[in-house]
Structure formats: C-alpha cells, structure tokens
C-alpha cells in the first residue's frame, strides 16, 4: 500500500507537470527532439509552388497531369530515463531531496513525450539495475514512472554509471533518447558512456546541491558520505577550507562538462533550490537551433 504522502505527492507533482507541459513545453518539446524521419503518406495534385523534385511521376504519367508526393514526419519516440537512485541521491538543503528534483523533472519530460505519442521508460540503478520500466504510452504509464522514482526502495547504497549505462545497451534495441538522471558522483564510467552515444541521443541531466558547492560558514560540520557512510568532521567557519571545498567543487563540474563534450552528450545542469525551467529551456532552445 502507498502511504498518502506518496499518493498526495503523485498527484502534485502530476498537476504542476501537465500544466506546465500544456503551457510551455509541448511546442518546445516537439520542436527539439526530431521524428526519425518522412513517411509517404499520399499523392496530391501539383500546386504552384510545390517542390518539382517531389513530383510522382509514375502517378503523373497514368493520369495524364502533375501529382506531388506528400510526407508526414515518423514522430514516434521513445525516451528512456535511466536514473541514479543510490544514497547521494536523498541528500538536500533546499526544501526537498535531489531524488525528488529528479521525479520532477523526469515528469516534465514523460508527460511533454506522452502529449507528443512518444513512448517513455524507466530504468532505476545503483551499483545494479534495481528496476527496469519497459518504455510504453500514455498517462497512465507516466504514473507508474513518477511512483517508482518517488516509492521505490533500493537495494543498493554506491552508484555505478557504467552497469546503468551498460545495461541500456543491452535492454534497449533501437535508438532512443536517453536521459541519465545523476549527480555524477562516480568514476569509470567513460568508456560506457562513449559506447552507448553513440547508438542513443544520450543527455545528461546533472543534478547537485548548494551545500555540495559551497559551505556557508557556521563553524564545525560533520560531513558524510552518504553511500560509503564515512563520517569527517570540518571546520566550516575556517576561510582557507571554505575555499579549497568551492574549488574542488568547481573542478569537479568542469571535469564533467569537458567529459560530455569528448563524447558529443548534451548536459543540462539542474539544482536544488533553483528554477529548473530555466536550464531545460534553455536547453531546447539551443539544441533546436542547432538541429534546425
């Protein structure tokens, strides 16, 4: 049975995405993710101004005057999130979980796509693949997806990018449109994820905290890793640490974007405590003029 938080939360989060889905990103999300290409659809007599290179000829010969090929766009996709459920993931200082910005923007995204007749699926990991949601239409489905990020209990703690990854490969046949939702919190995963680019449209959906960038300075902090469970203690209050922890978290962030751009992933950066409309907009803005 799930609990009436979760139930309560579904819906919320069902409401706020639909209307923003119906508001701002259908047009949005059409525009930027691409058919797989023109199907025939009908021959229609020639108007001024069509395409001679579109003219049937074997259509206008039998009647004796021009007919024009028509295509539509093949607009049906499947999007794939493959999310990063491990333990970092219940960690934040802004209100809510990074798991639970993960449910929403997921939901966005799964709602704009079933708008659209797109398919969408889920694939949950940790150091494994905890759950595996073969991707299928329609609301109801979308449902199922939102309650699993939010209600699902791993099994696992650690997180491994290139089980996840390895396992899309596998699981999924044609190319799809795969968000990997994490903080990138990993390494090896490199190799993984220049394979899997380079079959699926691959965009990474890097999520963080304030409090993993910069440390207010409040005096002493117990820090800890929340999928190893070491503990340290830090002096926050102490000007030359503050620094060094900004810096790292900086370096870190640069590493990953320099890692995205070697193997051609989109990245969208998305934060705890701050308009996530925003990165995502922009994101499709850019990627549809370059696709343009």
Known sequence: MIPKEIKDKIRRIEIH????????????????????????????????GDDIRLIDWNVTARTGAPFV???????????????????????GT?????????????????????????????????????RFVPPAKGKSHVLRQIRELLYFSPQG?????????????????????????????D??????????????????????????????PVGLVALEDAETGKRVVVDAADFQFRRIYKGRARAFRANLERTFRRYQTDFIPIQNGRPYLIPLMKFFKERERRFR
Not at 29 to 39: A, D, N, P
Not at 166 to 178: F, N, P, T
């Open 157 to 185: 703690k650690k997180t491994s990018l290139a089980v996840g990854l390895e396992y899309v490969l596998k699981a999924l046949k044609r190319r799809s449109i795969v968000f990997i939702v994490s903080d990138f919190i």
């Open 187 to 216: 390494s090896g995963w490199e190799r993984a994820l220049s394979v899997a680019a380079r079959k699926h449209d691959v965009i990474a959906l890097v999520l963080s905290d304030p409090r993993e960038e910069e440390l207010p």
């Open 69 to 91: 090929k028509k295509f539509r766009e093949e607009r049906e996709l499947t999007l794939v999130f493959l999310v990063d459920v491990s333990a970092s993931g219940r960690f």
């Open 17 to 48: 995405s639909r209307r923003l889905v119906n508001e701002v990103f259908s047009g949005e999300y059409h525009s930027t993710f691409k058919g797989r290409g023109m199907e025939f659809e009908e021959v229609r007599e020639y108007q001024p």
């Open 94 to 130: 802004a209100g809510k979980w990074k798991s639970e910005t993960a449910a929403e923007v997921c939901a966005i995204l799964a709602f704009a796509a079933a708008f659209n007749n797109d398919k969408t699926g889920l694939i949950l990991f940790t150091g494994q693949v905890e």
